[in-house]
T-cell receptor, first 115, second 112 residues
Framework: EAGVTQSPTHLIKTRGQQATLRCSPISGHTSVYWYQQALGLGLQFLLWYDEGEERNRGNFPPRFSGRQFPNYSSELNVNALELEDSALYLC??????????????FGPGTRLLVL | QKEVEQNSGPLSVPEGAIASLNCTYSDRGSQSFFWYRQYSGKSPELIMFIYSNGDKEDGRFTAQLNKASQYVSLLIRDSQPSDSATYLCAGGESGGYNKLIFGAGTRLAVHP
């Protein structure tokens, strides 16, 4: 069974541009999560989508946004890129449905470099 | 501010020894805890999850949870050089919002 997939693997942008990152969850999973892992820092929660709706959001500015499609895949958009947005962006998925104890499985990540 | 704290290491152990990784958390309502392994440049890989007080064993790995002390640990028996990685402890935030709060990770080095 395929795991979480993400594209692209690497993305190079310049300051002020927009970046779009994509994620496909494990088959049967309806929840998708986005995390940012900047160099030398821990994973920071960005967004949680379930059944097409944004359910929770971390402490990031509004220029970080996303959406979930009917097939449960998801897109993360980062507008007006800043140098400090350079990081590994990780997508995770879980079964969803609102269960309290959800195990999240991570994709390989997209490494974003902002020049 | 809900936090998960880990010693950054590196924790250096000889091959075959037991590696003990520890984590404390501040969110008293947290009900689920996870250990992930992350090799350099790779994404986190789930090792174990634990919800109840006590020990949970899976092969060479044992997770321990003490909710009263807000403490989670991971023991790795018969450590192998391939276990050398950063181990991330994460707690599920209380309130049912599915957010995982991660520690900064402990770097483990197993030397032959």
């Amino acid at each position: 069974e395929a795991g979480v997939t993400q594209s692209p693997t690497h993305l190079i942008k310049t300051r002020g541009q927009q970046a779009t990152l994509r994620c496909s969850p494990i088959s049967g999973h309806t929840s998708v999560y986005w995390y940012q892992q900047a160099l030398g820092l821990g994973l920071q929660f960005l967004l949680w989508y379930d059944e097409g709706e944004e359910r929770n959001r971390g402490n990031f500015p509004p220029r970080f946004s996303g959406r979930q499609f009917p097939n449960y895949s998801s897109e993360l958009n980062v507008n007006a890129l800043e140098l400090e947005d350079s990081a590994l962006y990780l997508c995770a998925s879980s079964l969803g449905g609102g269960a309290v104890r959800e195990t999240q499985y991570f994709g390989p990540g997209t490494r974003l470099l902002v020049l | 501010q809900k936090e998960v704290e880990q010693n950054s290491g590196p924790l250096s152990v000889p091959e075959g020894a037991i590696a003990s990784l520890n984590c404390t958390y501040s969110d008293r309502g947290s009900q689920s805890f996870f250990w992930y392994r992350q090799y350099s440049g790779k994404s986190p890989e789930l090792i174990m999850f634990i919800y109840s007080n006590g020990d949970k064993e899976d092969g060479r790995f044992t997770a321990q949870l003490n909710k009263a002390s807000q403490y989670v640990s991971l023991l790795i028996r018969d450590s192998q050089p391939s276990d050398s990685a950063t181990y991330l402890c994460a707690g599920g935030e209380s309130g049912g919002y599915n957010k995982l709060i991660f520690g900064a990770g402990t770097r483990l080095a197993v030397h032959p």
